[in-house]
């Protein structure tokens, strides 16, 4: 199985913050990676696809880049609603495994 | 409107067996896969399977291989996901998840999961 990793596991950051999440596969997955998003008592949202693509909705302040092993992704003004859990999964090869998850809470 | 709604939270005794659902609407059910996660109390998402309802093609994650049983039946526009003898550590959060292009499920035919279930909560406790 490919094992995916996200550093760090827990961030703390203030609205208007720039912050960014690292998402490293044990072996090159190319592109297919994606980000989503987590909210208690909500389904996860995807953000981006094919490693830097936006989801149509998702705000632009969402980016994402890699290619390979290592990944990122960056919001470039943290907002309000952007306080939640977010998780890497690479679609190259079965199992689409997942990443541990990054929380995001309120400095 | 695509929409998939999963069947309630279940309480169940080890041993015994079980059945939660996902139906899907708002799309041709029989053209796209259904993809199922599991979240355990307090940890990350885990990729069970995925399978298609149009012509039955079903790829389980190893670990979940022969615990579990995904199907549908798509004259109701209904995926399962069945347990025959449930264990405490099933216990999670499982859902189900549509992805984004028809008869698409890896990376490179589109198969990002772009549509969620609320999750079913099922709960294995003596």
């Known amino acids: 199985d490919i094992q995916l990793t996200q550093s760090p596991s827990f961030l703390s950051a203030s609205v208007g913050d720039r912050v960014s999440i690292t998402c490293r596969a044990s072996l090159g997955i190319n592109k297919y990676l994606a980000w989503y998003q987590l909210k208690p008592g909500k389904a996860p949202k995807l953000l981006i696809y094919d490693a830097s693509t936006l989801q149509s909705g998702v705000p632009s302040r969402f980016s994402g880049s890699g290619s390979g092993t290592e990944f990122t992704l960056t919001i470039s003004s943290l907002q309000p609603e952007d306080f939640a859990t977010y998780w890497c999964q690479q679609l190259k090869s079965y199992p689409f495994t997942f990443g541990p998850g990054t929380k995001v809470d309120i400095k | 409107e695509v929409q998939l709604v999963q069947s309630g939270a279940e309480v169940k005794k080890p041993g015994e067996s079980l059945k939660i659902s996902c139906e899907g609407s708002?799309?041709?059910?029989?053209?796209?896969?259904i993809a199922w996660m599991r979240q355990m109390p307090g940890k990350g998402l885990e990729w069970v399977g995925i399978?298609?309802?149009?012509?039955?093609?079903?790829r389980y994650s190893p670990s979940f291989q022969g615990q579990v049983t995904m199907s549908a039946d798509r004259s109701i526009n209904i995926a399962y996901l069945q347990w025959t003898s449930l264990k405490a550590s099933d216990t999670a959060l499982y859902y189900c998840?549509?992805?984004?292009?028809?008869?698409?499920?890896?990376?490179?035919?589109?198969?990002?999961?772009?549509?969620w279930g609320q999750g079913t909560l099922v709960t294995v406790s003596s």
């Open positions: 998840a549509r992805p984004m292009i028809e008869h698409g499920y890896s990376g490179s035919d589109g198969g990002y999961l772009d549509y």
């Open positions: 708002g799309y041709s059910f029989s053209n796209y896969y």
């Open positions: 399978m298609h309802p149009g012509d039955s093609d079903v």
